[in-house]
């Protein structure tokens, strides 16, 4: 089956640290991969994502590149911000068994705290 | 604005208590998704609801009841659940594989 494995977290920072969190997947077939962000109090929202081999995915600075060959999407920021605070999920999604929907598989998530 | 709105956004509820959560989205997405959130744990899929029709069903309890009445309108019923149950239940909504989920904001559950 499919599964995301990302580093475990806290991640603690100081501001304009650079930020890199590493995300491995296993899937068959060609999936779409994902980062989401969760700030407290809410539910998960896109961050980035990239869809086929060698795509860079780009949204606040925060930038992930599909690398097919080592099955990665790390996560990369050039310089945090205390608003960047937050937990971050991968995910990689494939078609659902009967199609028609997405069949997403997440990651634990990885917790940014990022200090000023 | 997420698009995707849940009510209630906290929920108590005893062990005997019969109680719904609702999810509306106004995004036009035709397949729908109940996840689970507990603390230390990947997000669970509950259900998938795609063109109305439930396509996916991931082992979960009876006490916990999905209902699409339509495109726009996601239900989980909830009756007779037990403290393990407690979590941030988050519903989704997406299109076509490639585009992202869109999630609503959850309801807090502490089932007591």
């Known amino acids: 089956g499919n599964s995301v494995t990302q580093m475990e977290g806290p991640v603690t920072l100081s501001e304009e640290a650079f930020l890199t969190i590493n995300c491995t997947y296993t899937?068959?077939?060609?999936?779409?991969l994902f980062w989401y962000v969760q700030y407290p109090g809410e539910g998960l929202q896109l961050l980035l994502k990239a869809t086929k081999a060698d795509d860079k995915g780009s949204n606040k600075g925060f930038e992930a590149t599909y690398r097919k060959e080592t099955t990665s999407f790390h996560l990369e920021k050039g310089s945090v911000q205390v608003s960047d605070s937050a937990v971050y999920f991968c995910a990689l999604s494939t078609w659902g068994d009967s199609g028609g929907y997405q069949k997403v598989t997440f990651g634990t998530g990885t917790k940014l705290q990022v200090i000023p | 604005e997420t698009g995707v709105t849940q009510t209630p956004r906290h929920l108590v509820m005893g062990m005997t208590n019969k109680k719904s959560l609702k999810c509306e989205q106004h995004?036009?997405?035709?397949?729908m998704y109940w996840y689970k959130q507990s603390a230390k744990k990947p997000l669970e899929l509950m259900f998938v609801y795609s063109l109305e029709e439930r396509v996916e069903n991931n082992s979960v309890p009876s006490r916990f009841s999905p209902e699409c009445p339509n495109s726009s309108h996601l239900f989980l019923h909830l009756h007779t659940l037990q403290p393990e149950d407690s979590a941030l239940y988050l519903c989704?909504?997406?299109?076509?594989?490639?585009?992202?989920?869109?999630f609503g904001n959850g309801t807090r559950l502490t089932v007591t």
């Open positions: 989704a909504s997406s299109q076509v594989h490639g585009s992202p989920l869109h």
């Open positions: 899937a068959t077939g060609y999936p779409s």
């Open positions: 995004l036009g997405h035709n397949a």
